[in-house]
């Protein structure tokens, strides 16, 4: 598995598929893992470049706390590392957020974005549910029972009807050892520190904004921020899908980010 470097924190990634580039970011307690059910179709038309964040997967755990802008620097590494100049940026949630600061900080590295389940500026309720996840996080030592809880958080009703969360939680917990603690806690405090809004309209890149109706964790007014911000940005509205739409309903959300990227 190749690393990319980011002052000594080592950033594993991989590359698949033929044609533009195609960076995807996954968010909070997430790793490449999370875009396996939508790859195979995104690789077909692009080459995808997929990575874990420090604190997840198998990149290095952050050695102290850190901001924004380290998780932009560690992006830029790993499209270094991957020799790719200029690509289209799918970032999920947290992911979103680092894509908005990387077409802020680097708009010649960003042919166009696309933010799913993201936000620019959390609200009272928000503040909530992400000071809820920190300390649920920080206090539950059971990984299996703090997972049920995120994923409870995070899952829509249709879905969390169809399928039972502690079967949910097995076959994550079997992909993979859980993240510490202590690297969690530190990811929803970038969460909590992450504010663009004031920012949004000096972003140029061509931008496309996927929202879903049934999203506990950020639910509609943050989709609406990102769309009224970024000048001209597309929007997609998922119906009653949850927080993860690619694992929720892989093919709606394949076709929302192939009909935003297809010609460009």
């Known amino acids: ?32 893992g999370l875009w396996t059910q939508v790859r195979p179709a995104l690789n077909e038309r692009f080459r995808t470049i997929a990575f874990d964040n420090r604190d997840s997967g198998a990149s290095a755990a952050s050695p ?23 690509a289209h940026v799918l ?3 947290l992911g979103g957020v680092i894509a908005q600061e990387l077409a802020l900080a680097h708009p010649d590295r960003v042919a166009s974005l696309t933010l799913a389940n993201s936000w620019a500026r959390r609200d009272t309720y928000v503040t909530s549910v992400f000071e809820l996840a920190k300390d649920l996080s920080r206090s539950i030592a059971d990984d299996a029972l703090r997972l ?22 097995e076959q994550v917990l ?12 530190r990811q929803w405090q970038i969460d909590l520190d992450a504010d663009t809004l004031e920012r949004l309209p000096a972003i140029k890149a061509s931008t496309h904004v996927l929202w879903s109706t049934g999203d506990k964790l950020l639910p509609e007014p943050h989709g609406r921020d ?9 929007e997609t509205v ?7 739409p ?18 460009r």
Do not use: C, W
């Open 1 to 32: 598995m190749p690393f990319a470097t980011n002052k000594a924190v080592h950033l594993a990634y991989d590359v698949s598929g033929s044609g533009p580039d195609l960076l995807l970011i996954a968010g909070t307690s997430a790793d490449r």
């Open 64 to 86: 102290g706390d850190y901001v924004i802008r380290d998780l932009v620097d560690d992006t830029v590494a790993v499209l270094d590392a991957a020799g790719s100049e200029r």
């Open 91 to 93: 970032g999920h949630s």
């Open 148 to 169: 049920r809880a995120i994923y409870f958080m995070a899952l829509g009703v249709t879905t969390l009807r169809s399928l039972p969360l502690a079967g949910i939680v």
């Open 174 to 185: 079997a992909a993979g050892p859980a993240q510490s603690r202590q690297a969690v806690v």
């Open 226 to 234: 990102l769309v009224r911000g970024i000048p001209n940005a597309t």
């Open 238 to 244: 998922l119906e009653g899908i949850g927080h993860a």
């Open 246 to 263: 690619m694992i929720e309903d892989p093919a709606a959300f394949t076709a929302a980010v192939l009909g935003f990227l297809d010609g």
